[in-house]
């Protein structure tokens, strides 16, 4: 009996032991992109010691011999500090357009609905001519512009334009009217309305599909092409194609500020890994200068982000929410998050 009483206090230390041993290797250390720990605010040029640390190795593999990392798309940019925030609060009518019936892939619907944010009561307004998924849509002059987005079947591009007049969360008109169509279809897109217009970024077309005969509309995978175009309709509903991205990017519908006569754009999604075919998340932070019609990179959030919201406010350059990547060196998409992050941003004229 002492014997065993013995072999279990032994077993019992050593176990302890190595708990702190792997808690005081895994503190020390510290990813250039940093994870999703709260309070943590990433220093600009910090670096660190990376020596006697064991680095993780990821299997590359190898297209026509050649190895491919899976950061392949980042871009170099300049790191900016950002510090971590409280989550956040609304506006006094929220139009709600379109949409997908439930979870998995089920298809789209063509209803619409305004909520009051002051009396709390939703109200609904005339459907869209037609369901589609993630059309992009702005408000714009007094009218709802709703533009591209994929039809019924979740994958289709649709390249569909029209417009409702709406006043305090009020549909003006019974129907909605046919506007000049977007020159290229797709979901996932930011939608920026300004003085002269209304400027379409990036986007994809195809999406995932509901699985032929699944009672559930369980997801499968289809080809997309993500893209960089950037399309401008302006007073006299005629489209104007604009200089692209630096890179392909999707699902950045709320993830763009107007800043200083230029649009700020952060995050989003890319190509596929040209060998794994897997989700590449984007890291970087873009400026399209709206005189000079010129991108730039101007930074890196402090990691990658998809289908995020962003906001300025008294300098400052915010973002919430959305779907992180797996890791400084894995730009797959891994956790939704609810976070809140912003940093100093200064901007020439």
């Known amino acids: 009996?002492?014997?065993?009483?013995?072999?279990?206090?032994?077993?019992?230390?050593?176990?302890?032991?190595?708990?702190?041993?792997?808690?005081?290797?895994?503190?020390?250390?510290?990813?250039?992109?940093?994870?999703?720990?709260?309070?943590?605010?990433?220093?600009?040029?910090?670096?660190i010691n990376v020596e006697n640390i064991k680095k993780v190795e990821i299997k590359e593999k190898k297209a026509n011999g050649e190895s491919?990392?899976?950061?392949?798309?980042?871009?170099?940019?300049p790191e900016l500090q950002w510090e971590k925030m409280t989550s956040a609060p609304v506006p006094r009518y929220i139009y709600v357009i379109s949409g997908q019936r439930g979870p998995q892939c089920r298809g789209p619907t063509a209803q619409n609905f305004v909520l009051d944010t002051k009396t709390k009561k939703w109200t609904s307004m005339p459907p869209l001519p037609a369901p589609r998924y993630a059309p992009a849509t702005q408000l714009w002059k007094g009218r709802l512009h709703v533009m591209g987005g994929s039809k019924e079947n979740r994958h289709t591009p649709g390249v569909d334009h029209w417009s409702l007049a709406v006043k305090n969360g009020k549909a003006l008109e019974k129907q909605w009217l046919l506007e000049t169509p977007i020159p290229?279809?797709?979901?996932?897109?930011?939608?920026?309305?300004?003085?002269?217009?209304?400027?379409?970024?990036?986007?994809?077309?195809?999406?995932?599909?509901?699985?032929?005969?699944?009672p559930i509309f369980k997801c499968s995978r289809r080809h997309e092409v993500v893209y960089p175009d950037v399309y401008?309709?302006?007073?006299?509903?005629?489209?104007?194609?604009?200089?692209p991205m630096p890179k392909p990017d999707s699902h950045i519908e709320s993830s763009w500020v107007v800043v200083n006569n230029s649009i700020i754009l952060i995050g989003?999604?890319?190509?596929?890994?040209?060998?794994?075919?897997?989700?590449?998340?984007?890291?970087?932070?873009?400026?399209?200068?709206?005189?000079?019609?010129?991108?730039?990179?101007?930074g890196k959030l402090p990691f990658r982000c998809k289908?995020?919201?962003?906001?300025?406010?008294?300098?400052?350059?915010?973002?919430?929410?959305?779907?992180?990547?797996?890791?400084?060196?894995?730009?797959?998409?891994?956790?939704?998050?609810?976070?809140?992050?912003?940093?100093?941003?200064?901007?020439?004229?």
């Open 1 to 47: 009996m002492n014997i065993l009483l013995l072999l279990f206090t032994c077993i019992l230390a050593a176990a302890l032991f190595f708990n702190l041993l792997w808690a005081s290797i895994s503190s020390s250390i510290t990813p250039n992109w940093p994870s999703n720990q709260p309070h943590r605010v990433v220093i600009a040029n910090y670096s």
């Open 68 to 77: 491919i990392s899976p950061t392949f798309a980042d871009l170099p940019a």
């Open 184 to 214: 290229r279809g797709g979901p996932h897109r930011a939608c920026v309305a300004l003085d002269d217009g209304v400027i379409v970024i990036g986007g994809q077309e195809g999406d995932f599909m509901a699985k032929p005969g699944s």
């Open 232 to 243: 401008k309709l302006d007073a006299e509903m005629k489209w104007e194609v604009l200089p």
């Open 268 to 298: 989003g999604t890319t190509e596929k890994h040209p060998v794994t075919k897997r989700m590449i998340l984007v890291g970087e932070v873009f400026q399209f200068h709206l005189d000079s019609k010129k991108w730039s990179v101007i």
């Open 307 to 349: 289908t995020t919201l962003a906001a300025f406010w008294d300098g400052w350059l915010y973002f919430t929410s959305g779907q992180r990547d797996r890791g400084p060196d894995n730009p797959q998409p891994r956790k939704v998050i609810g976070e809140m992050w912003r940093t100093k941003l200064s901007l020439s004229q």
